[in-house]
C-alpha cells in the first residue's frame, strides 16, 4: 500500500494489493474474541446451573457452531475481494441488498457500544474521579485511531494483541481455578434442564456468529489463490479457542466469588485479593480487549455505512459511527447486564438466515464472480424471499421479550413451550438456506 493509512474502503481490491498472511486470520479472531464480552458470559452459564458436561457440551458445541460460520464467510474474502457486507450484493442485489447493510451497521453500533462500556468501566474503576461518559470517551479515541489506519494495522494490532491476551487470560483462568472447593459446590448443586440446555447453546452460538457479517472484511486483502480450507481453519480455531477460553474463565470467576453480575470490575477485585501486579494484569487484559474487539466493530461499522451511502469516505463513516456509538454506550451504561444480554440475543434474528443464504450461494451454487457486486441484478427476489419466509417461519421460536429486555412483549407459542429458549435462528438459519437451494435452481 502507497499509504500507511488504507485508502480503500468497500471498492474491490486489486491484484496488485493483494498481500497477507494465512495466519493473521487466526490471531485476530483469537484476539477479538479473548474480552470481557466473552467472558460476561460466563456468569449467564453459571446461573443456568447446569451439570458440567452439558455446560461443556453447549460451550464446544455453541462455539464450534459459530466460529465455523465465521471462517466459512471468511473464506469468500479472496474471491470476491470485497468487504462481507458487499459480497452479500451478489445473493441478493444491489439494491435487494440495502437493508441488510442498514442492519448491519446497526449490529455494530451496538457491539461498538458494549464494547467502549467496557472500557469505560476499566478506566473509571481504575480513577473513580473519571465520570463514566469521560473514560467511554477515552476508550473510544483509542479504538478509532487503530481502525482509522485501517486493514494492515489492524492486523498487526491484533498480532500483538492475541500474544498479549493470551498471557493475561493465562493467569486469569489459573487463578480463578484456584479454589476447587468453590467448584464443587456448584457441582452439587446443578442439574439439567433441557431449555437451560438450550439458553446455554443460544447464549454461547449468538456471540460468536454474530462476528459473520465482518468475516470478509479482514480476509479480503489476501491473494485470490490462497486456500479456503486454511482461511476456514484458521479463523474458526481462532475465535473457538478465544471464545471458550474467555467463557470458561468468567464461569469459574462466577464459581470462586459468587457474583455473577458479569461486570469486568468483579475480575479485578478477584485478582486484585492474590496482590496489586495481578490486578494490574486484569485491569490491562479487560481494557486491551475491549480494544481488540471494538476496533473490528468499528472499522466494520464504516464500511457498512459506505454499503448504504458510497459518497462519504471511509473517516466520515469512522467519525459518524464513533459519535453515535459513543452516545449509545453513555446511555447503555447504566444498566450493562441487561443491556448487553438482550443486544446480544436480538442480533441473531437477521444474521443467520442471511448467512444461510450466502453460504449456499458460494459453496454449493459456485456464484464467485465478484463483478457482481457492482455489476449485478439490483434485486434477486429469490434469495429475498428464502430469507424472508425463513425468518417469519422462525417467528414462533423468538422470545422477543428477553432479546429485547420486556421492550416488545412477545414470546412465540414454540419458545414458550420450550421454557423461554429461543432456538430462532437455528430455524431460520435451516429454513432460509433450504428454500434458497430449492427456489435458485429453478
Same mark, same amino acid.
Given at each position: 500500500?502507497?499509504?500507511? %493509512?488504507?485508502?480503500?474502503?468497500?471498492?474491490?481490491?486489486?491484484?496488485?494489493?493483494?498481500?497477507?498472511?494465512?495466519?493473521?486470520?487466526?490471531?485476530?479472531?483469537?484476539?477479538?474474541?479473548?474480552?470481557?464480552?466473552?467472558? &460476561?458470559?460466563?456468569?449467564?452459564?453459571?446461573?443456568?446451573?447446569?451439570?458440567?458436561?452439558?455446560?461443556?457440551?453447549?460451550?464446544?458445541?455453541?462455539?464450534?457452531?459459530?466460529?465455523?460460520?465465521?471462517?466459512?464467510?471468511?473464506?469468500?474474502?479472496?474471491?470476491?475481494?470485497?468487504?462481507?457486507?458487499? @459480497?452479500?450484493?451478489?445473493?441478493?442485489?444491489?439494491?435487494?441488498?440495502?437493508?441488510?447493510?442498514?442492519?448491519?451497521? $446497526?449490529?455494530?453500533?451496538? /457491539?461498538?457500544?458494549?464494547?467502549? @462500556?467496557?472500557?469505560?468501566?476499566?478506566?473509571?474503576?481504575?480513577?473513580?474521579?473519571?465520570?463514566?461518559?469521560?473514560?467511554?470517551?477515552?476508550?473510544?479515541?483509542?479504538?478509532?485511531?487503530?481502525?482509522?489506519?485501517?486493514?494492515?494495522?489492524?492486523?498487526?494490532?491484533?498480532?500483538?494483541?492475541?500474544?498479549?491476551?493470551?498471557?493475561?487470560?493465562?493467569? #486469569?483462568?489459573?487463578?480463578?481455578?484456584?479454589?476447587?472447593?468453590?467448584?464443587?459446590?456448584?457441582?452439587?448443586?446443578?442439574?439439567?434442564?433441557?431449555?437451560?440446555?438450550?439458553?446455554?447453546?443460544?447464549?454461547?452460538?449468538?456471540?460468536?456468529? #454474530?462476528?459473520?457479517?465482518?468475516?470478509? +472484511?479482514?480476509?479480503?486483502?489476501?491473494?485470490?489463490?490462497?486456500?479456503?480450507?486454511?482461511?476456514?481453519?484458521?479463523?474458526?480455531?481462532?475465535?473457538?479457542?478465544?471464545?471458550?477460553?474467555?467463557? $470458561?474463565?468468567?464461569?469459574?470467576?462466577?464459581?470462586?466469588?459468587?457474583?455473577?453480575?458479569?461486570?469486568?470490575?468483579?475480575?479485578?477485585?478477584?485478582?486484585?485479593?492474590?496482590?496489586?501486579?495481578?490486578?494490574?494484569?486484569?485491569?490491562?487484559? !479487560?481494557?486491551?480487549?475491549?480494544?481488540?474487539?471494538?476496533?473490528?466493530? %468499528?472499522?466494520?461499522?464504516?464500511?457498512?455505512?459506505?454499503? $448504504?451511502?458510497?459518497?462519504?469516505?471511509?473517516?466520515?463513516?469512522?467519525?459518524?459511527?464513533?459519535? $453515535?456509538?459513543?452516545?449509545?454506550?453513555?446511555?447503555?451504561?447504566?444498566?450493562?447486564?441487561?443491556?448487553?444480554?438482550?443486544?446480544? !440475543?436480538?442480533?441473531?434474528? /437477521?444474521?443467520?438466515?442471511?448467512?444461510?443464504?450466502?453460504?449456499?450461494?458460494?459453496?454449493?451454487?459456485?456464484?464467485? +464472480?465478484?463483478?457482481?457486486?457492482?455489476?449485478?441484478?439490483?434485486?434477486?427476489?429469490?434469495?429475498?424471499?428464502?430469507? %424472508?419466509?425463513?425468518?417469519?417461519?422462525?417467528?414462533?421460536?423468538?422470545?422477543?421479550?428477553?432479546?429485547?429486555?420486556?421492550?416488545?412483549?412477545?414470546?412465540?407459542?414454540?419458545?414458550? &413451550?420450550?421454557?423461554?429458549? +429461543?432456538? #430462532?435462528?437455528?430455524?431460520?438459519? @435451516?429454513?432460509?438456506? @433450504?428454500?434458497?437451494?430449492?427456489?435458485?435452481?429453478?
Amino acid at each position: 500500500m502507497t499509504s500507511i %493509512i488504507e485508502r480503500l474502503g468497500i471498492e474491490h481490491i486489486p491484484d496488485s494489493m493483494r498481500h497477507g498472511r494465512t495466519m493473521y486470520q487466526f490471531t485476530l479472531w483469537f484476539a477479538s474474541n479473548l474480552t470481557v464480552a466473552d467472558y &460476561a458470559l460466563g456468569p449467564i452459564l453459571y446461573m443456568l446451573g447446569l451439570p458440567i458436561p452439558w455446560l461443556v457440551l453447549a460451550l464446544v458445541l455453541g462455539n464450534v457452531l459459530g466460529g465455523l460460520l465465521v471462517g466459512l464467510l471468511a473464506a469468500m474474502g479472496p474471491t470476491y475481494g470485497y468487504p462481507q457486507i458487499m @459480497i452479500s450484493r451478489a445473493a441478493y442485489g444491489r439494491v435487494g441488498n440495502l437493508p441488510f447493510a442498514v442492519a448491519n451497521w $446497526v449490529s455494530t453500533l451496538g /457491539w461498538f457500544s458494549v464494547n467502549a @462500556i467496557i472500557g469505560g468501566y476499566i478506566i473509571n474503576y481504575v480513577d473513580p474521579k473519571i465520570p463514566l461518559y469521560a473514560a467511554i470517551l477515552i476508550t473510544v479515541l483509542t479504538q478509532f485511531i487503530i481502525a482509522l489506519f485501517g486493514y494492515d494495522i489492524i492486523h498487526r494490532s491484533e498480532y500483538v494483541l492475541s500474544m498479549v491476551l493470551g498471557v493475561m487470560f493465562a493467569v #486469569s483462568l489459573a487463578l480463578s481455578l484456584s479454589k476447587p472447593h468453590l467448584l464443587s459446590t456448584y457441582v452439587r448443586n446443578a442439574s439439567f434442564n433441557p431449555f437451560n440446555f438450550a439458553i446455554a447453546l443460544a447464549t454461547v452460538f449468538s456471540y460468536i456468529m #454474530s462476528w459473520g457479517p465482518y468475516a470478509s +472484511d479482514y480476509s479480503r486483502y489476501l491473494p485470490e489463490n490462497t486456500s479456503r480450507l486454511r482461511i476456514i481453519a484458521y479463523a474458526a480455531l481462532g475465535g473457538i479457542l478465544a471464545s471458550l477460553w474467555s467463557e $470458561v474463565v468468567g464461569f469459574a470467576v462466577s464459581a470462586a466469588t459468587g457474583n455473577t453480575s458479569g461486570l469486568p470490575t468483579v475480575l479485578v477485585q478477584f485478582m486484585s485479593s492474590y496482590g496489586i501486579a495481578y490486578a494490574i494484569i486484569a485491569i490491562i487484559a !479487560l481494557f486491551l480487549g475491549a480494544l481488540a474487539a471494538n476496533v473490528l466493530n %468499528i472499522y466494520t461499522n464504516s464500511l457498512s455505512a459506505l454499503a $448504504v451511502y458510497n459518497r462519504a469516505r471511509r473517516w466520515q463513516a469512522l467519525v459518524a459511527g464513533a459519535v $453515535v456509538g459513543t452516545l449509545m454506550a453513555v446511555l447503555g451504561g447504566l444498566n450493562f447486564v441487561g443491556y448487553y444480554e438482550g443486544f446480544l !440475543l436480538f442480533l441473531d434474528y /437477521w444474521i443467520t438466515p442471511w448467512i444461510g443464504i450466502l453460504l449456499v450461494m458460494f459453496y454449493v451454487n459456485k456464484t464467485r +464472480d465478484w463483478k457482481l457486486v457492482e455489476n449485478g441484478p439490483k434485486v434477486i427476489w429469490k434469495a429475498l424471499l428464502a430469507y %424472508i419466509i425463513g425468518l417469519l417461519i422462525s417467528v414462533p421460536f423468538m422470545n422477543l421479550n428477553a432479546a429485547t429486555g420486556g421492550l416488545i412483549p412477545f414470546t412465540g407459542p414454540v419458545a414458550n &413451550a420450550l421454557g423461554g429458549a +429461543d432456538i #430462532s435462528y437455528f430455524i431460520s438459519f @435451516i429454513i432460509a438456506s @433450504i428454500i434458497y437451494l430449492i427456489i435458485a435452481q429453478k
